[in-house]
DNA sequence: TCAAATAACAACTTATAGGTTGTTATTTAT
DNA sequence: ATAAATAACAACCTATAAGTTGTTATTTGA
């Protein structure tokens, strides 16, 4: 399933969906992480002040990969983006 | 087209590839942002760094939007996960 | 060519992310 | 009911993200 994070908003309960349908604690998730329950809680809580390190090693053990998907493009003619590595073809 | 971020080291080519198809300097989108083209170079040169805050403006910018995707799951059933917000059923 | 634009360094300051422990409501099994 | 587990507050410290200006190679266009 894919969850497209339109505003920061959107983080956090994804994060907590994600954490139970795991079956996991804030205090299991955390100790997984190396840290506190409380400094778990406060990442939980605030998604957004974290840094991309950080949620991606979250996302990592929640099972959830991370994508760019680039928006619908009007009509202009986009220059090659061939030097990026890219999922499809 | 989509880019599954599996090492934090890919965003950069990312960030870099999408804002020079959208004709855009350094400068140019950090003034966009409102900041300076070298605080821009930093958060360019080193996306992990940065806060989702951050890199999700910036995506706004390059009309890039984030995704979470669930990975396959292996032949464990899941709890529902029905309060989340998904994008298709 | 050479001037302008671009990319990237360095040194520096301020705001805040990331961590701790202590505490306390609130949930959840027994 | 109550003990254990969970979620979330507060106060605090340290590391670092986020910004600045100055400078300088390197690219690019006229």
Redo the contacts with the bound molecule.
């Keep these: 399933m894919n969850y497209t994070i339109n505003t920061l908003e959107q983080i956090r309960p994804i994060l ?1 969906g994600f ?2 349908t795991n079956g996991l ?4 998730l ?1 100790e997984k ?14 998604p957004q ?3 991309i ?2 949620l991606f090693k979250v996302l990592s053990i929640l099972g959830i990969k991370l994508q760019f998907v680039e928006k619908n493009k009007p009509l202009e003619n986009n220059l090659s983006n061939s030097e990026l590595l890219q999922d499809e073809w």
């Excluded at 604690?25 to 299991?28: F, G, L, N, R, T």
């Excluded at 992480?33 to 605030?46: D, N, T």
């Design positions: 907590i954490r139970k604690s804030q205090k299991a955390a992480l190396g840290i506190s329950q409380q400094s778990y809680q406060a990442l939980e809580s605030a002040k974290a840094t390190e950080r």
